[in-house]
């Protein structure tokens, strides 16, 4: 689908992001911001006539408000739990891989406003996208409406899934799962460096590697420097202890 004229201006847009405002039963006032939300930066790095800003700035500015959400609620309903595991209960909760699934369950998916190289490549199913845009959309809703219908719709959407994530074997990410193994076996603390990454904002890539002291023990790819340093430790972990 391409845009014809402003984003702000393009009914075909504001009536689908409508639809699914009405379908999440959300009585907005403005829709600019939720339109906003759902935008990547793709659209604006080849056409700012058509969007001058993307959702990213939206994603920062909803990360701590997510995390005081969820923390306040974990410290209320698991009263016998010590902090450090309500610590790690709260970064699954947060973490992106969990946010995009909530995304997926929301169709949020099909709304992404993405440029056509980025929907020729499948963009719109990319976890990480997804992550950014439930954030972003998150803020959108603390502007236009208010932070308790907010906490509302946070603990109704994603803090919901906090017993089944307790279920599983391992809260702990892989970062934190190789700190706290190297720390313990070799008194080290893994460092994590960017070795390389493209210019291209349409095909943006890093490759991260993970050091113990100098010693690169393992690298990775992805098109976010948080995931390529994530998958990086994954991999190392899995060399180093369960070889």
Same mark, same amino acid.
């Given at each position: 689908?391409?845009?014809?004229?402003?984003?702000?201006?393009?009914?075909?847009?504001?009536?689908?992001?409508?639809?699914?405002?009405?379908?999440?039963?959300?009585?907005?006032?403005? *829709?600019?911001?939720?339109?906003?939300?759902?935008?990547?930066?793709?659209?604006?790095?080849?056409?700012?006539?058509?969007?001058?800003?993307?959702?990213?700035?939206?994603?920062?500015?909803?990360?701590?408000?997510?995390?005081?959400?969820?923390?306040?609620?974990?410290?209320?309903?698991?009263?016998?739990?010590?902090?450090?595991?309500?610590?790690?209960?709260?970064?699954?909760?947060?973490?992106?891989?969990?946010?995009?699934?909530?995304?997926?369950?929301?169709?949020?998916?099909?709304?992404?406003?993405?440029?056509?190289?980025?929907?020729?490549?499948?963009?719109?199913?990319?976890?990480?996208?997804?992550? @950014?845009?439930?954030?972003?959309?998150?803020?959108?809703?603390?502007?236009?409406?208010?932070?308790? +219908?907010?906490?509302?719709?946070?603990?109704? @959407? +994603?803090?919901?899934?906090?017993?089944?994530?307790?279920?599983?074997?391992?809260?702990?990410?892989?970062?934190?799962?190789?700190?706290?193994?190297?720390?313990?076996?070799?008194? *080290?603390?893994?460092?994590?460096?960017?070795?390389?990454?493209?210019?291209?904002?349409?095909?943006?890539?890093?490759?991260?590697?993970?050091?113990?002291?100098?010693?690169?023990?393992?690298?990775?790819?992805?098109?976010?420097?948080?995931?390529?340093?994530?998958?990086?430790?994954?991999?190392?972990?899995?060399?180093?202890?369960?070889?």
């Amino acid at each position: 689908m391409v845009l014809t004229k402003n984003l702000y201006k393009n009914d075909i847009y504001i009536n689908k992001i409508s639809f699914l405002l009405n379908n999440l039963k959300i009585n907005f006032n403005c *829709i600019n911001t939720y339109l906003l939300a759902f935008v990547h930066r793709s659209l604006v790095n080849e056409k700012p006539d058509l969007s001058s800003e993307h959702n990213e700035r939206l994603e920062f500015l909803w990360d701590a408000v997510l995390e005081l959400i969820i923390t306040e609620k974990l410290f209320w309903d698991f009263k016998d739990k010590p902090e450090w595991e309500l610590t790690d209960i709260r970064s699954a909760i947060v973490k992106w891989t969990h946010l995009a699934e909530v995304a997926k369950r929301l169709n949020f998916n099909d709304y992404l406003i993405l440029w056509k190289w980025e929907e020729t490549c499948w963009w719109r199913n990319n976890d990480y996208l997804l992550a @950014n845009c439930l954030e972003a959309f998150l803020w959108a809703m603390y502007l236009d409406l208010d932070f308790e +219908i907010v906490k509302s719709f946070v603990l109704s @959407n +994603i803090y919901s899934d906090v017993y089944k994530i307790i279920s599983k074997p391992s809260l702990k990410d892989f970062k934190s799962l190789l700190q706290e193994y190297t720390q313990r076996d070799f008194n *080290i603390t893994p460092r994590y460096e960017v070795i390389w990454e493209s210019w291209l904002d349409h095909d943006k890539n890093y490759v991260s590697g993970v050091f113990l002291d100098n010693k690169k023990i393992w690298e990775w790819t992805w098109s976010s420097k948080k995931k390529s340093q994530e998958d990086a430790a994954k991999n190392a972990f899995s060399n180093l202890y369960n070889n």
